[in-house]
Structure formats: structure tokens, C-alpha cells
């Protein structure tokens, strides 16, 4: 052990500053040091001085804030919808099949555009880090049981035409080689135009990729993304239970992804981050978290946040079943 971790959690669901404050305080009497809150699409039309007012709340108290696209685009992680891709179908991914995908596409120029847009108004929030949450491209099967397994996005006509001047033959409809290194370098390009602007802004960037190395869920191999000048933090989210595989190996599917990013972060000069599962948990999975939490710190990872706080028990559908005993676990274990 060469230090105490960064501890934090999410936050999300409470607009209104005067209430969110205590949470806050309730946060920092627990002994957690930073917050990431959450700011979708409406959150940014529409309550924009609200988060504003929280964001400043938790820097008064001593957090280090984070903010994240929640859901934004379709592309990222969260409970949270998109309206951009309603209000701008034309942005939206192809299947390879065929058909449109409820997701913005990140080789589309307009969808680069409000990202930019995103991101410059999340960094004017006030916020220490924009967190890069879960980007991937939309895998059909994932919302759509009758789509096959193999569907994947994008081949619109933007893809195509990138794919041409990249490759110089046309782009295949089955996902070869290629086709893979295609949609992980988009994705990559993709991210380094939103953390530079955010860079620009005086924001530092995280970006936090699933636990599962395949295109489908962002990239095979981390060591481009770690490598590069924008990025500061790298967070995974070994969640265990009924997410990544269902692997029910806390310990062990934690331990392996806290040595991942700590080599990278390591080489790269980065910090390290790991998110601890705090949602859709059954009954007596208080030990889980306190294993995978130990874990984590034991590993000597610069930062630990959990997804999200109070055991996720606003969010109903992803609720921990015992969500105060989730919570109070995580707690406890920190050191
Ligand atoms: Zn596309």
C-alpha cells in the first residue's frame, strides 16, 4: 500500500441543490473525498444552473467532482434517453443488416458536433473530471432479442465512406478483422476529439471501459486508449453479479481488471480507477461488496467509486435488493 484511495460514488436523481446537500454532507461524514454526477441530455437542456449550483456545493465540501454523459447519444452508460437521436434520426447508427439503431453514431459529423457542445458545457459546470462513461457502439442483440448475435452497428453511410478512404475497398457487411479495428479506431478518434476539447476547457478526462475486452463493448486492447495525451484517469467496472457474464467472482474478476488498469495507468503515467457493483445485487451480497471493495484498495488503485450511491435504491428496476446494507458495506470497507 502506498496511500489511501481516492473514494467516491455516483450521484443522481436529486435536482434540487437545497436537498442534495444533504446528501453531500452525509457523503463526506462517511469519509468519501469525490462525486460523480450525472448530466444527460436533459439535464443539460433543462437543468443546467441546478447542476451547476450541486457540482459548486460538492467542491465547497471538498470532493473532487466528476460529471458523466449519462446515456447521452445512446452511447454511453445510464439510465437516462436520448433525445438527440429522436430529434436527429438521420445521426442514428446502421446495422449491418441494415436497419436503424436507437443510438447517434460516432462517425457522424453532427453527433461529433453536439459532443463537442456536450462537452464544453459539462466543463463549464465547474467540474474537476468529465468521466467518459461505458462508450460503445450499440450492439443490437442487447435490446432487440430477435437481432442475431453477429448484428453489429455502424455501416451508415458515414462509416462507409470513412472506411473507404481508410481502407480503400468497400466496407464489408460481416465483421471481419478490419471491420473490428475499424469500429475500435473510430471509437478511439471519437474520444480523443471530446477529451481534448474537454482538456481545452480545463476539465481532466477518465474514461472507464466495461470489463470485457471485444469490440461489441468498446475495445480489445486498452493500451492506444491508455496512451493517450488527453487521458488521465483509466476506471473499469468489474460488476460481477448479472452484468459483465454474471461471473459471481467478486474477488477474483475485481482483483484481475484493479492489475489491468494499474499496469496501464503505471506505464502511462495515469491513475487508476475501479467502480464497485451498487446496483441490482440480491439479498446478503453485503459480503460481495465488502470483498470486492477490499479488494480494490488492496490492489492499491488510485481511486474506488461505487455505482451509485444508497444501493441504487431510487432506480427501482436496478435496485439492490437490500440497497442500505449495500451501501453501508461499501462504506465500512473503505479505509
Ligand atoms: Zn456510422
Known sequence: MTGRPETGTSYFGVGDPAHAVRDLDRFREAGLDAILHTFSERDREYNRKS??????A????????YVNPWGVGGVFGGEAYSAFVAR????????????????ACFNHPDFREYMREWTRDAAALGVDVVFWDEPNWHVPAWDDKGAP??????????CRKCYRDQYDEPMPATETEEVSRFREESLVDFLEEVMAVAADAGAANAVCLMPVETTDYGLRDWSRLAASNHLDILATDPYWHDA???TDKPKEFVGSFATKVNNLAATNDLESQIWIQGFDLPANAADDVRRATRTAVD??????FIWGYDGC????E?????PDAVWNAYVDELP
Open 318 to 322: 436496478i435496485a439492490c435488493e437490500e
Open 313 to 316: 435504491r431510487t432506480i427501482s
Open 58 to 65: 460538492s467542491a465547497d465540501r471538498g470532493f473532487r467532482t
Open 149 to 158: 448475435e453477429d448484428t453489429w452497428c455502424c455501416r451508415c453511410d458515414h
Open 299 to 304: 490492489a492499491d488503485v488510485d481511486s474506488v
Open 244 to 246: 459483465f457474464g454474471s
Open 51 to 56: 447542476v451547476r449550483e450541486i457540482v459548486a
Open 88 to 103: 436527429q434520426p438521420d445521426t442514428r447508427q446502421v446495422r449491418n443488416t441494415g436497419e436503424r439503431a436507437p443510438a
